[in-house]
């Protein structure tokens, strides 16, 4: 009997995953609703999280996502196919979330950290996830937007460093660069167990 590891089920997954994303695309140039629904359920929290944490404005935010997926509703002929859909609407996300960033300089608070509790943990786990996020919040804030997007794509949506250099229209080095100063910032303003994450 044969064995799959890890990796090879979250590649299997991430494959058919892909397949999904051009099947249901497909659809949506035949402004197929439902389609562009199914794919907006998956993207958007995906996105909304990346966005929260390098816009930190709740208010661009939800502006900046409408624009992205809107462009994947009226404009779905603009993907090329030459990378992945994720790869695609994230790159029009961080386009979209450095624009409207070059507008802003106002102050950031995240009002909205204690409604983002997942209601299936225990409210001891609640509270040293709030804890252990309110040192990493803090940590984060400290970083670039470019920084923060580097930490952001590559550890909570685990997309590589090629398709993050291509959504951020720069070098595969680059990212790595940024990578490497967040990881050291973040090693220094986490205390103690916290640092040992990255």
């Known amino acids: 009997m044969e064995t799959v590891g890890k990796a090879g089920r979250t ?7 892909a397949e999904e994303d051009l099947y249901l695309l497909a659809r949506v140039k035949r402004r197929d ?12 929290p995906r996105l909304a ?13 939800e502006e900046v996502l409408d624009d992205t997926l809107l462009v994947l509703w009226d404009r779905p002929d603009s993907f090329s196919g030459r990378s992945k859909l994720s790869t695609w609407l994230f790159t029009i996300g961080w386009r979209k979330a450095m624009k ?5 300089d106002d102050p950031v608070e995240d009002r909205f950290i204690e409604e983002r509790i997942n209601p299936d ?7 040293g996830d709030n804890r252990i996020r309110a040192a990493l919040l803090h940590a984060l804030a400290d970083l670039s937007p470019e920084q923060r997007a580097v930490v952001d794509l590559s550890y ?3 997309i590589g460093y090629r398709d993050i250099a291509e959504i951020m229209d720069c070098p595969v080095d680059t990212v ?3 990578m490497f100063h967040a990881r050291r910032h973040l090693r220094r303003a986490l205390p103690g167990d916290y640092g040992d994450w990255i």
């Open 11 to 17: 590649e299997a997954s991430a494959h058919a995953r």
């Open 33 to 44: 609703l439902k389609a562009f629904e199914a794919l907006y359920r998956h993207y958007q």
């Open 49 to 61: 999280r990346f966005l929260t944490n390098i816009l930190r404005r709740p208010h661009l935010v």
């Open 100 to 104: 409207a960033l070059r507008k802003q």
């Open 121 to 127: 943990r225990s409210p001891e786990q609640c509270a």
């Open 156 to 158: 909570f949506h685990e």
């Open 176 to 178: 790595k660069t940024r």
